[in-house]
Nanobody, 118 residues
């Protein structure tokens, strides 16, 4: 049973920074963690869940236009973790952030709340 545990959310003022972390465990497919696409999604109240950043096996990275240049995704395949460094946070970044173990799987963490407010 795959488990994804997020941490690092909280309350931050506009312009501030947060670092989210996600630790994956229980991958029993026989496929090493490094082959999985890892992503961060977010969902604000009343809105659809949206992709924020993802990093593919091989190193290709995608960012949502709204966070490009402010957020950075990184992964440590030896530790089965993926992080999201968020800088220059804005009120519109307020959402619940979810870690996703993507292709060739599709598993989700419980999420961590990020609130950007003065």
């Amino acid at each position: 049973q795959v488990q994804l545990v997020e941490s690092g959310g909280g309350l931050v003022q506009p312009g501030g920074s947060l670092r989210l972390s996600c630790a994956a465990s229980g991958i029993d497919s026989g496929i090493p963690f490094k082959f999985y696409t890892m992503a961060w999604f977010r969902q604000a109240p009343g809105k659809q869940r949206e992709m924020v950043a993802r990093k593919f096996y091989g190193g290709t990275i995608d960012y949502a236009d709204s966070v490009a240049g402010r957020f950075t995704i990184s992964r440590d395949n030896a530790k089965s973790t993926v992080d999201l460094q968020m800088n220059s946070l804005k009120a519109e970044d307020t959402a619940r952030y979810y870690c996703n173990l993507g292709s060739p799987g599709n598993d989700w963490g419980q999420g961590t709340q990020v609130t950007v407010s003065s």
